[in-house]
C-alpha cells in the first residue's frame, strides 16, 4: 500500500519523459515520411500506416495496460511497457522492407502507450481530483516539450545518418528508462481492483461508458486530439508537394506547435484553481475552432506560406493546451477506484480516432491545404458539441 503523498521533481520529469517516449517515437520520423515512400517504392497512403498503425497500436496499449496496473501495479506494467519499445525499436533500424517496418513500429509504439496511460493515473493515485487536474497540466508541460520538438530533431538526424538513426535514439531513451525507473519509481496504487480477464475489463469500460459525464470529457479529449494528428500527418507532404519546402523544414516551423501547447498548459496550470474545469475546456475548444478558421481564411485569402500554416494552427494547439489536460483529468476523476481504466479507455478513443483521420487524410488528399483544414475544423466543432452533450447538459450548466 503507497503512503506517497506527493511526486518530487525529478520523479515528475521522469513521468512526463516516459509519457513523451509514444509520441517522440511516433513523430520524430515524420520528416522522412517523403524519404520512406521514395525508399521503398510505396504510395502515400501506405507510407502514412507507419504512422497511422502505430497510433492504433497506442491505441491497442492504452486499453491494456490501464486495467492491468488497476490489478498488478504501476512500477511493474510500466517497465514491461518500456521494455517492449526496446524491442520494437531494435526491429524498426533493422527492417529492410515496408512491411517489416509497419509491423515493428507496430510493436514499438504498443510497448511506449504505457508512459501516456500510467503517468496519469500515477498522478491521480498521489493526489486528490481538484489538484489531479494542475498537476497533469504540468506534467503535460513537461512532456509536450520532447514529442513537438522531435520532428526538427528527426529532420536533422535524418540528413546526418539517414532515417534508420532515429530508431536508435528511442531505443537508447527506452534502456536509460528502464533503468530509472526501476530504481526511482514509486508504487503508487493503494488498492488492487480485482481482474479476472477481458470480462473483468469489458465490465469496468461498460461502467464508464454509461456515464454521460465520462463520455463527455472523454470525446472531448479523443476529437480535440484529431485535430493534433490529423495536422501532423499530412503536413510534412504539404510542406514539399503544396508549399515546395524541403521536409527539414517541416520541424522548423513545427517549434510553433509545442510554443502554443505549452501556453495553452500554462494558463491550463495558473488558472486551475479559480475558474472552473468545465469553463477552461469551453474556452480551449473556442480557441481552437477559432485557429483553424483563421488558418483556412488565410489560405482562401491567398496566403499560402508555412507561416500562414503553422501560426493559425498554433492558436489551435494553444487551445487545445487548455482544454486537454483539464478533460483528462475529468474523465479520470469521474471515477477514481478505476484510475488506471479510465485513463487507458480515454487514451484508446483519442489514439483510435487519431488513427483513422491519419489514415483519411492520406486518402483524402487532393494536392491542397483544404481537406485536411476542413477535417480538423469538423473535429473541432466536435469536441465541443460532445463536450457539452456529455457534461454540461448532464450537469445542468450553461457555460
Known amino acids: 500500500m503507497s503512503n506517497i503523498d506527493s511526486l518530487s521533481k525529478r ?217 493534433f494528428f490529423s495536422f501532423i500527418s499530412a503536413a510534412p507532404e504539404i510542406m514539399v508537394s503544396v508549399l515546395n519546402r524541403p521536409p527539414t523544414d517541416y520541424g522548423y516551423y513545427f517549434i510553433m506547435l509545442p510554443v502554443g501547447f505549452m501556453s495553452g498548459n500554462y494558463v491550463a496550470r495558473y488558472f486551475g484553481r479559480t475558474i472552473s474545469i468545465d469553463k477552461m475546456i469551453t474556452v480551449g475548444a473556442s480557441v481552437g475552432i477559432a485557429g483553424v478558421l483563421l488558418a483556412i481564411t488565410l489560405h482562401i485569402m491567398g496566403f499560402n506560406q508555412p507561416l500562414a500554416l503553422f501560426a493559425p494552427i498554433a492558436l489551435a494547439v494553444f487551445g487545445n493546451g487548455i482544454t486537454l489536460p483539464n478533460a483528462q483529468a475529468a474523465a479520470i476523476n469521474e471515477f477514481p477506484e478505476y484510475a488506471g481504466s479510465a485513463s487507458g479507455l480515454t487514451g484508446f478513443l483519442q489514439m483510435t480516432a487519431s488513427a483513422a483521420a491519419a489514415q483519411l487524410v492520406a486518402f483524402i488528399y487532393n494536392g491542397t491545404v483544404y481537406p485536411l483544414l476542413f477535417l480538423m475544423l469538423a473535429s473541432s466543432v466536435v469536441s465541443l458539441m460532445l463536450f457539452h452533450w456529455g457534461v454540461l447538459r448532464h450537469k445542468g450548466k450553461i457555460i
Do not use: H
Request: net charge neutral; aromatic share 10%; proline share 5%.
Open 11 to 227: 520523479m515528475m520529469i521522469l513521468l512526463a519523459a516516459v509519457s513523451a517516449l509514444g509520441p517522440v517515437a511516433m513523430q520524430i520520423l515524420l520528416p522522412a515520411l517523403p524519404v520512406i515512400k521514395e525508399t521503398f517504392s510505396v504510395t502515400n497512403d501506405v507510407a502514412q500506416l507507419t504512422l497511422s498503425l502505430s497510433m492504433l497500436a497506442i491505441a491497442a496499449g492504452t486499453l491494456v495496460y490501464g486495467p492491468l496496473s488497476d490489478k498488478y501495479g504501476r512500477k511493474p506494467i510500466m517497465l514491461i511497457g518500456i521494455s517492449i519499445t526496446l524491442i520494437g525499436s531494435i526491429c524498426c533500424f533493422l527492417s529492410n522492407t515496408i512491411f517489416l517496418l509497419i509491423v515493428s513500429r507496430f510493436i514499438q509504439a504498443f510497448g511506449a502507450a504505457v508512459g501516456l496511460v500510467l503517468a496519469r493515473a500515477i498522478v491521480r493515485d498521489v493526489y486528490g481530483a481538484t489538484e489531479a487536474a494542475r498537476v497533469i497540466a504540468t506534467l503535460v508541460m513537461v512532456m509536450v516539450v520532447l514529442p513537438m520538438m522531435s520532428p526538427a530533431l528527426g529532420g536533422e538526424l535524418m540528413q546526418l545518418y539517414g532515417w534508420e538513426s532515429v530508431f536508435l535514439v528511442i531505443a537508447v531513451a527506452s534502456v536509460f528508462s528502464l533503468v530509472f525507473l526501476y530504481y526511482n519509481l514509486p508504487e503508487t496504487l493503494r488498492e488492487p481492483v480485482p481482474f479476472e480477464g477481458l470480462q473483468s475489463i469489458f465490465a469496468i469500460f461498460s461502467i464508464l461508458f454509461k456515464s454521460k459525464a465520462f463520455c463527455g470529457y472523454a470525446f472531448c479529449v479523443t476529437f480535440v486530439s484529431v485535430v
